[in-house]
């Protein structure tokens, strides 16, 4: 048994964890070259808003 270790999405303003990736949504993965952007990838967890 292995026990993965989620880690941050990739996005800088996203604080998602993901366990397999870089990235916790494809509105992440398209914001990537713009990191001071809010996050868009509606999770209800996500504290992504630099507003």
């Known amino acids: 048994m292995s026990s993965e270790k989620g880690k941050k999405c990739a996005h800088p ?3 998602c964890i993901v366990t397999s990736g870089k990235y ?3 509105e ?3 914001m990537e070259k713009m990191p ?3 996050c868009t990838c509606g999770h209800p ?3 992504g808003k630099t507003s």
Do not use: L, N, R
């Open 36 to 38: 001071d952007i809010d």
């Open 24 to 26: 916790c949504s494809v």
């Open 13 to 15: 303003v996203c604080s």
């Open 45 to 47: 967890a996500c504290k």
């Open 28 to 30: 992440c993965e398209a």
